[in-house]
């Protein structure tokens, strides 16, 4: 975003970035902030703070990538559910062999396509790596989306590819820290608020466990660099 990234705002750009913020990394409502705020002497309406997280979340995700750590080679999938407008989605995460997040994708379906609509953008992102070993749980789509990618050139014939549950504990506990941040909110009203919001829980995780390159694992260097990223001066 350009410097007048809160151009025709109501509110200083550090509140808005501070709302955003908690509301990604806390198991916090927006009813929850809205009170938080007053305490503070700022009067905000909760629907307010709902417009700041939708818009800003993206960008968040989008200016911390170019800053990630590369991961390793040993690719860890698996789904957890998510729900929209009261019915569960699904959204595709991977971890690799150290607990670092590779990817995620939010998707309505559980399938071939949507299998391999992920594994296509975890091999895209310039964090990543080409695996040397995927390992996933028994869900049947994964093997013909592994194939069709081996036939189309997009990943490697000598992938490892392993279907086995308990070696996928780790990303099954992973899971958990994101659950734990959307439990609160109580489901999504659309795919698209959804797949915003999550796109800022996901990298703000990424920024917890440390894979923001050259960044200091403590609170006020995270408030320092977001601000940052957004121009606004430490």
């Known amino acids: 975003m350009p410097e007048n990234s809160f151009k025709w705002k109501h509110y200083a750009g550090e509140i808005i970035l501070l709302n955003v913020r908690w509301y990604l990394k806390y198991p916090l409502s927006y009813r929850n902030l809205k009170e938080m705020m007053a305490e503070r002497g700022i009067e905000v309406d909760h629907t307010t703070i709902m417009r700041w997280v939708h818009q800003y979340s ?3 995700e ?30 595709y995460r991977a971890v690799d062999s150290d607990g ?6 939010l998707s309505a379906k559980r399938n071939k396509k949507a299998a391999k609509r992920f ?18 749980d028994k869900n049947p789509a ?14 490697p014939q000598n992938v ?12 099954e506990q992973d899971h958990r820290s994101i659950k734990r941040i959307v439990r609160p909110m109580l489901g999504f009203q659309s795919i698209t608020t959804a797949i915003k919001t999550i796109k800022g829980i996901e990298i703000m995780h990424m920024i917890k466990k440390g894979q923001v390159d050259t960044l200091n694992q403590c609170v006020r260097a995270e408030v320092n660099f977001i601000n940052q990223l957004f121009g606004i001066a430490a």
């Open 58 to 60: 993206p960008e968040i």
């Open 142 to 155: 994964y093997p013909p989306a592994v194939n069709e990618l081996k036939n189309d050139r997009i990943l």
């Open 160 to 171: 490892n590819f392993r279907q086995i549950k308990y070696l996928n504990n780790m990303i």
């Open 62 to 91: 989008k200016k911390v990538r170019r800053y990630l750590k590369p991961t390793n080679d040993s690719w860890k999938m698996d789904e957890t559910y998510i729900k929209v407008k009261g019915e569960w989605k699904y959204l």
């Open 100 to 105: 670092n997040t590779i990817d995620f994708m």
């Open 119 to 136: 594994l296509k953008k975890a091999l895209c992102s310039k964090h990543n790596q080409i695996p040397r070993v995927i390992t996933v």
